[in-house]
């Protein structure tokens, strides 16, 4: 099968549109009046990529191409990933700061916060 997809020159894909747009430029290349071997060996290709579970037999078989598919993935996820990590190191900070700010509220006593509230600040009930 790997052969087909060769002869096709088709990378591993389940799309039969593709299978089609390569058969189709593998007759330019190799129409039947000129080169009758290659027609042959197209045609065959074709045929058996084309019959039920043929290319999914290919594409199972062919080994994957992992510099594209990661570079893929980079172009749809790299963006978004970036963006999250920003979002999740600002909450760190925010809890690093409110963590700062319990530890400093927690050594004050009553009085000690009143007094740093500001002169509007009252001990008085009532």
């Known amino acids: 099968m790997e ?3 060769e002869a096709l020159e ?3 894909t389940l799309d039969r549109g ?3 747009r390569a058969y189709f430029a593998a007759l330019a290349k190799h129409p039947p009046h000129s080169d009758a071997e290659g027609f042959r ?3 065959a290709a074709y045929e058996a990529l084309l019959a039920p579970g043929g290319l999914e037999r290919a594409f199972a078989a062919a080994p994957p191409e992992v510099e594209s598919l990661l570079a893929e993935y980079r172009a749809r996820f790299d963006e978004a990933l970036a963006r999250a990590a920003e979002t999740a190191q600002a909450g760190a900070d925010d809890a ?3 963590k700062d700010f319990v530890e400093r509220l927690s050594r004050l006593d009553w009085r000690d916060a009143v007094a740093s509230a500001g002169p509007s600040a009252s ?3 009532g």
Do not use: C, G, I, T
């Open 96 to 98: 690093e700061r409110l």
């Open 123 to 125: 001990l008085s009930r």
């Open 41 to 43: 060996r197209v045609r």
């Open 3 to 5: 052969d087909a997809l």
């Open 10 to 12: 088709l990378a591993p």
């Open 18 to 20: 593709a299978l089609k």
